[in-house]
């Protein structure tokens, strides 16, 4: 069982749409959890049909950085819709015996899809207001050892650079970090490219897997707010630059 946090929390900071309920002073999880008959056959379908069938050639380097247990963010460049299919299609069970917990927008846990998302391991936070204690959830899936995505630029961006950062995803890591000694969150840079703004039926995609970033080194030994904040914005800069470093190789190589 997961230690309790020790973030302070209220019912009024709870995010709308996270499904999580107060009682007696105890936060209950937002409802996301893997289907044990819809997450094998999703991942089975976007394995052996969807993806084959749709694109061309696919690159996959630095699989070997995925740990196959222990507490997990996956840093992607964010660049079509695709790519939430294709990041379990190279880190997911077929290669490393792990389903992926994807962050999502609350608009995108609505209705139908919204049933899915849930079932299939997503769970939403409310972006108007992201605080800590609006990432809580995925606070307690780090501390339960879970691979996590988390797209660190945000929205979709077209364009083949790094964009601005958002700070969740490296104040969620610190945070998991701070609440149990010697959990071990690690954060990889992930590069995705289509070769297209918008990619059509047998583009071509490359998936690129950096080195992981150890959450532990930006504690530093203290775990004051303060302290805290700082390991979060050092941690958001040191990826922003590993992602630009992902970028900035692929596209040297492409010009040789």
């Not at 997990?72 to 695709?82: E, G, M, N, S």
């Amino acid at each position: 069982m997961a230690p309790a946090l020790r973030l302070p929390m209220k019912s009024s900071e709870l995010p709308e749409s996270s499904a999580a309920l107060v009682k007696g002073g105890a936060v209950v999880p937002s409802q996301s959890r893997c289907s044990p008959v819809l997450t094998p056959l999703a991942y089975f379908l976007g394995r052996h049909l969807v993806v084959p069938a749709y694109f061309g050639p696919i690159t996959i380097t630095g699989q070997h950085h995925v740990p196959t247990a222990g507490p997990v963010i996956l840093a992607p460049t964010h660049r079509a819709r695709w790519d939430s299919i294709l990041l379990p299609y190279a880190t997911g069970r077929a290669i490393t015996g792990r389903d992926l917990r994807f962050m999502v927008t609350a608009d995108e846990v609505k209705g139908i899809q919204g049933w899915f998302i849930r079932r299939l391991g997503g769970f939403a936070v409310n972006v108007r207001r992201p605080t800590v204690a609006s990432l809580r959830h995925g606070i307690e899936l780090l501390l339960e050892g879970e691979m996590l995505v988390i797209y660190p630029e945000g929205g979709i961006r077209r364009e083949d650079r790094i964009h601005g950062l958002k700070p969740g995803l490296a104040r969620l890591a610190v945070q998991a970090e701070a609440a149990k000694a010697g959990l071990g969150v690690q954060v990889l840079p992930v590069d995705i490219y289509y070769g297209a703004p918008y990619p059509g039926w047998r583009s071509p995609a490359k998936i690129h897997i950096g080195a992981p970033l150890p959450v532990k080194a930006y504690l530093n030994g203290d775990e004051s707010p303060e302290a805290l904040k700082a390991g979060a914005a050092e941690l958001t800069k040191d990826l922003k630059a590993r992602l630009e470093s992902l970028v900035s190789s692929r596209q040297e190589q492409a010009a040789l």
